[in-house]
């Protein structure tokens, strides 16, 4: 258990509201992290906002996918600090503790496969795109096994897509772990909104009997709205409708709270005739079994198939905010750059 003790000290690192580091420059925490590094760490770290590496993101183990950026291994406590405090800025409380738990999983995979190298707890790389010292426009990144945190800011703006999160082992079967369930509001409201239709509804809803073997959109640079499948929002009842949103509500309650209210507002008002809700596979846990909640903006992946149906993937995209497309392509117009 000596890796897990760069957890202890950063979970008592002060939160502050998105407010507050808008308040305080958005750049100085990131600006804080790359003066303490020295020049190699730095060059490896800092990159252009235009480096291609910035849009090529993965979910896999980095054993399997090579990170640009340091991995926390490679950093002393302080500079761990300093990336989980911009964790705790960027995220809400409820998105940072499942992250921690998330890279947790990793100490239970390691002793379950008995291979500490691969499933290695410190192997989550940061990299930072622009100067936030100097660049009005710049972004950073946290990712390693099941986790991909992409920040792209914008001034005082700031878009949080592509954010994927996993969970291996689903369900936590033995040990000292045993019972945990990551992604558990992911999956049982899921599943409880499937088993709420009636008949004619899962016609509509259930678009495949089979589950797919991963999310459809994988780790793609860009994506565009997929097939529209599934039963519209307009077709289900008020009590159905509202666990659709509570649902979404839970995929968003990972961003800071001011942010996800605003989201959640332009999706009920802005968006709701546009969702469809599409199931494929089994509608009972412990069964392969997938779902996408799709809008005009946006898209949510949910997939339980691998390891009987033990090992789940989530996903959020914005079709135009992915990487901050739209607020980089608003902020050169208004700056009148090209």
């Given at each position: 258990m000596e890796k897990m003790k760069y957890f202890v000290p950063l979970m008592v690192v002060v939160f502050l509201s998105f407010e507050a580091i808008c308040k305080t420059e958005p750049s100085v925490l990131a600006t804080?992290?790359?003066?303490?590094?020295?020049?190699?760490?730095?060059?490896k770290v800092l990159m252009s906002l235009e480096d291609e590496s910035r849009s090529k993101w993965h979910f896999l183990p980095p054993a399997s996918w090579p990170r640009p950026g340091l991995p926390l291994k490679v950093l002393n406590d302080r500079q761990k600090g300093f990336i989980h405090e911009l964790l705790q800025v960027y995220l809400s409380d409820k998105g940072y503790q499942k992250t921690l738990d998330i890279i947790a999983l990793e100490e239970v995979l390691a002793v379950l496969e008995?291979?500490?190298?691969?499933?290695?707890?410190?192997?989550?790389?940061?990299?930072f795109y622009g100067d936030p010292a100097n660049d009005e426009t710049?972004?950073?990144?946290?990712?390693?096994?099941?986790?991909s945190l992409n920040f792209t800011v914008v001034g005082k703006?700031?878009?949080?897509?592509?954010?994927?999160?996993?969970?291996?082992?689903?369900?936590v079967r033995e040990g000292p772990k045993k019972g945990t369930r990551v992604l558990k509001n992911e999956e049982d409201l899921g599943l409880k909104l499937v088993n709420m239709l009636n008949e004619a509804q899962k016609k509509k809803a259930i678009f495949r009997l089979s589950a797919f073997q991963e999310i459809v959109t994988s780790n793609a640079s860009e994506v565009e709205p997929l097939d529209?499948?599934?039963?519209?929002?307009?077709?289900?009842n008020k009590a159905q409708q509202e666990v659709l949103f509570e649902l979404l509500k839970e995929y968003l309650s990972a961003m800071p709270h001011e942010v996800a209210e605003k989201r959640m507002s332009?999706?009920?008002?802005?968006?709701?005739?546009?969702?469809?809700?599409?199931?494929a596979g089994a509608t009972e846990i412990g069964k392969p079994h997938y779902?996408?909640?799709?809008?005009?903006?946006?898209?949510?992946?949910?997939d339980n198939t691998q390891n009987n149906a033990n090992h789940i993937h989530t996903v959020w995209r914005d079709f135009d905010g992915d990487f901050g497309r739209d607020l980089i392509r608003e902020h050169y117009q208004r700056s009148g750059h090209h």
């Open positions: 804080r992290f790359l003066n303490s590094l020295d020049a190699a760490q730095k060059e008995n291979d500490p190298v691969k499933r290695d707890s410190e192997m989550y790389f940061v990299a710049w972004g950073w990144r946290f990712e390693g096994h099941h986790v703006q700031v878009a949080y897509v592509p954010r994927f999160f996993g969970a291996n082992p689903g369900t529209e499948v599934g039963i519209p929002v307009k077709d289900m332009n999706l009920r008002t802005e968006e709701t005739d546009a969702i469809r809700f599409g199931w779902y996408r909640i799709q809008g005009k903006t946006f898209l949510v992946e949910f």
